[in-house]
């Protein structure tokens, strides 16, 4: 058996802010966070908590810090165009030092596929149209050199029933941080609020790819897991090609490989500029030749942007089983895949082949963390920078809500290291970054949230 006991260390006690988190339902009934409209984020480090409520349309961010106190309500600049709230993540905003709290951006994702995002004082840095269905998901990771990628890029995924789309994080950054600069400064604090109800073409557009990932039915999760090799024809061609997973009703799991197709993509923009030019030109010269009276303008939704080329590698069908959520391991290898039956199925990605399985965990949701298991160092030092990522295993987090339990295992194929019982009302939470430092390794970390307590936890990174 696991050994039992506790392992959890707590982080703060989000009481205090039960003021601001009442907007989404916080402590008006019991286990309100198991509402699959209540959507927690939370940021890097944890230093702050971002609650979404779907049926309200209403963000709440709660700094982490000093107890949780001084929370910021948001009601995102959506109309019925834009749909409700349906996804919420953290981005981090890289600065010189990369230690300023104000440098996160909260990404929210809406039921029509509209991306904002707003700074830690509700101000709104970003918006923009993606494509015209439901944002399912938005995961920010960051993204380390391998062998078939010419540098480290991080990147924000954008998901949706059947299609996923692809934010570099350099794009991201060039828009975001200068939207930042110019709300820290004050110098456009008036044309910002004006803002908040106009198009996207108020903000401008941040360069994204897209691709149809239904070729074997609409999903219902998906995550592009890294860079694959390019097909045997096409190796010499400078385009990159990543791959993608995805979990349905139709097939439990998919995979794609995902072109880049950057020339389509810069000549789609050129185009899509000068028709617009031409346009609004014969438009202006029309009124003048024919005199007819000005009409107020209309607000249109951008047309959507041209999928690039997906070729279809694998599926696996299973009726009646049906993928449900899918996790992705740091390194994007391994993918944690759960189903409608309750079973936990461990894929290697790279060969996407099944390596593990779980059954009995109906529910559940699981999220990767790094444990600690060299016990001598442990002993012998307390200072955590001495540590690094070879003193790490991974291991993978299951929380079981039916049984009221987290338990740990050791990939691929170890024991079960850890048995935690968890209140009722609670989820299990990771940080979309780590912000790891030249002096120590930032280890993979999972927290528990207790929505009813307003407790936030962390899981005990040492085993013994």
């Known amino acids: 058996m696991a050994p039992r006991g506790h392992h959890l260390t707590e982080v703060a006690l989000l009481a205090s802010a039960s003021p601001d988190l009442a907007a989404v339902d916080a402590g008006e009934r019991e286990g309100w966070l198991d509402d699959p409209t209540v959507l927690p984020s939370l940021g890097p480090r944890a230093r702050a908590l971002a609650v979404a409520s779907a049926t309200r349309s209403v963000l709440v961010i709660v700094p982490v810090a000093g107890g949780g106190g001084g929370g910021v309500t948001v009601k995102p600049a959506v109309g019925p165009e834009e749909g409700r709230i349906s996804a919420v993540e953290w981005v981090p905003l890289t600065t010189e030092d990369g230690e300023e709290e104000e440098g996160l951006a909260v990404a929210v994702g809406t039921d029509t596929g509209w991306l904002l995002f707003y700074s830690l004082a509700g101000d709104l840095l970003h918006k923009q149209s993606v494509y015209p269905s439901k944002i399912l998901k938005l995961n920010f990771r960051e993204r380390k050199e391998n062998a078939w990628e010419d540098s480290g890029s991080d990147e924000l995924s954008v998901v949706f029933p059947g299609v996923i789309a692809r934010f570099d994080g350099a794009d991201l950054q060039n828009i975001l941080q200068?939207?930042?600069?110019?709300?820290?400064?004050?110098?456009?604090?008036d044309k910002f609020e004006e803002e908040d109800t106009e198009d996207e073409g108020s903000f401008g557009r941040i360069a994204f790819q897209i691709w149809n990932v239904s070729k074997f039915g609409s999903c219902a999760d998906a995550a592009i897991v890294g860079l694959m090799p390019p097909p045997l024809l096409e190796l010499q061609s400078s385009q990159r090609h990543y791959c993608a997973i995805t979990v349905g009703e139709?097939?439990?799991v998919s995979a794609y490989r995902l072109s880049e197709d950057r020339s389509r993509s810069i000549v789609g923009a050129i185009l899509s500029r000068g028709v617009a030019a031409t346009f609004s030109t014969i438009s202006s010269l029309s009124k003048i030749l024919w005199r007819s009276e000005p009409s107020p303008p209309k607000k249109s939704r951008p047309k959507p942007q041209s999928f690039a080329k997906t070729s279809p590698l694998t599926c696996l069908k299973d009726s009646p089983r049906k993928g449900e959520r899918l996790t992705l391991s740091p390194s994007g290898t391994l993918a944690a895949i759960t189903d409608s039956l309750g079973r936990i199925l461990l894929?290697?990605?790279?060969?996407?082949?099944?390596?593990?399985?779980?059954k009995g965990y109906r529910d559940a949701s699981c999220l990767f963390v790094e444990m600690l298991l060299n016990?001598?160092?442990a002993s012998s030092s307390t200072m955590r920078m001495e540590y690094a990522k070879s003193d790490y295993c991974l291991c993978l987090a299951i929380h079981a809500p039916r049984k009221g339990i987290i338990e740990v295992w050791k990939m691929r194929t170890g024991s079960r290291l850890l048995t935690i019982p968890c209140p009722k009302g609670s989820r299990i939470l990771q940080p979309s970054a780590r912000l790891s430092s030249s002096f120590s390794y930032a280890p993979l970390e999972v927290y528990l949230f207790n929505g009813d307590s307003g407790q936030l936890s962390v899981l005990n990174s040492h085993v013994g």
Not at 182 to 189: A, F, G, N, T, Y
């Open 375 to 377: 016990k001598d160092k």
């Open 347 to 358: 894929l290697d990605t790279h060969a996407l082949v099944a390596v593990r399985l779980w």
């Open 250 to 252: 139709d097939a439990v």
């Open 178 to 189: 200068k939207a930042f600069q110019d709300v820290k400064s004050r110098l456009w604090k």
